[in-house]
Every structure is written in C-alpha cells, then in structure tokens.
C-alpha cells in the first residue's frame, strides 16, 4: 500500500515539473515577438506567464538566496530570454494589482515593462516630495516661534527686574541657600567681600 502510494505522488511531481519544463520552452520560442505591453499583460499574455513561472521556479529554489539558478532556468529552456525581461516579468507578477491599477489610470498607456516601472518610481517620488518639501516651512515657523519666545522672555525678565525689590532678592538669596545646603553667612561675608574689592578699585 506504501508503495503504491509513494508513485502516485512520483507521479504527480513529474507531471508538475513537465508542465513547468513545457510553459518554459514555449515562451522562449515566442518572447522576441512580444512587444505590445497590453497583450503582455493579459490573463494570458507572455510576461504575466513568464512571470508566474518564475515565481513557482523561485519558490522552489534550493538557494538561501531565493534566486533562481541558471542550471533551472536553463532545465526550464527561458535561459535564452533577456535577464532584464525575466526581472521585469517577475516584478510585475510580484506587484500585479499595484501594476494594473496604475496602468489603468493612465491614459496614453505604456510602452514596455520598463516604461511603466519608471512611471510608477516617479509618481511615488512625486508623492513623498510635498512631505519633503513642508519640512523646510515647519522649522521656519519653529525658528519664527523660538525668536518671538526669546523675544517675549527678554520682556518679561525686563519687567521682573524692574519690579525686584531688595526684599524680594534676600528671600530669594536665603531661598536658595536652604534648597542648596548653603550657610548664609558664608554668602554674607562673600558679598562683604565683593564689594570691599569694588571699593579699592574705584578708588585707584
């Protein structure tokens, strides 16, 4: 019963890769006559195909990588199709209703693969730019907002000075010694000092 079991499933591999090996050999025998980008991209079209193989050929790949080999693609016959036509089909499968959707909005179409990777990497462009460009404006209002606050904290530290009273400046003194651990005399007597030397040198 084991055994029986284990054909049925040679079987059904060997089907699955004969159908890989066959879709492969038929489109290297017909990419060179593929150049309009609408009949590529049908259901049915060569670089939607093409694409699809790939992306079965590198989900089977034995490489870390995930990268198909050239060994594979040489088993599967597309080894003879431009590299960058082969990247190009996988990336469309890969981002097929991105793809679609952005060529259905466009109203003159594409011609190639390339065509419209280039048109899509500039509309993303284009659209993170506003965002780019706003930041210059914010960090002028940031720099707008921290002028009118130095402004605003001059006039305020004008005012306050003007209304410091010498009574006010000796609870602030003794204030901060208690919040610092410092002896009041000690500052006291470095005032006294202070002034002592301001003295002397105004009457040199």
Do not use: Y
Request: aromatic share 2%; charged share 25%.
């Amino acid at each position: 019963m084991a055994k029986s079991s284990a054909k049925s499933v040679s079987v059904v591999e060997g089907t699955s890769m004969d159908a890989l090996v066959k879709e492969g050999k038929a489109l290297a025998r017909i990419w060179k006559q593929t150049n309009s980008l609408k009949d590529s991209t049908k259901a049915s079209g060569f670089d939607t195909r093409l694409g699809k193989l790939l992306q079965q050929l590198k989900a089977q790949s034995s490489l870390d990588s995930g990268q198909v080999s050239r060994q594979v693609l040489t088993a599967h016959g597309i080894h003879t199709i431009d590299r960058r036509r082969r990247a190009e089909a996988l990336w469309f499968v890969e981002n097929e209703v991105e793809c679609r959707a952005f060529i259905a909005k466009s109203k003159k179409g594409f011609s190639s693969l390339t065509a419209l990777q280039a048109a899509m990497r500039k509309a993303a462009t284009a659209a993170e730019q506003p965002t780019a460009k706003a930041e210059p404006s914010n960090v002028g209002q940031s720099e707008a907002t921290a002028s009118e606050a130095k402004q605003s904290g001059a006039t305020e530290h004008r005012s306050v000075s003007v209304q410091i009273t010498r009574t006010k400046m000796v609870d602030t003194i003794l204030h901060h010694c208690k919040e610092n651990g410092l002896n009041v005399e000690d500052i006291i007597n470095d005032l006294q000092s202070h002034v002592a030397k301001q003295q002397r040198k105004a009457s040199k």
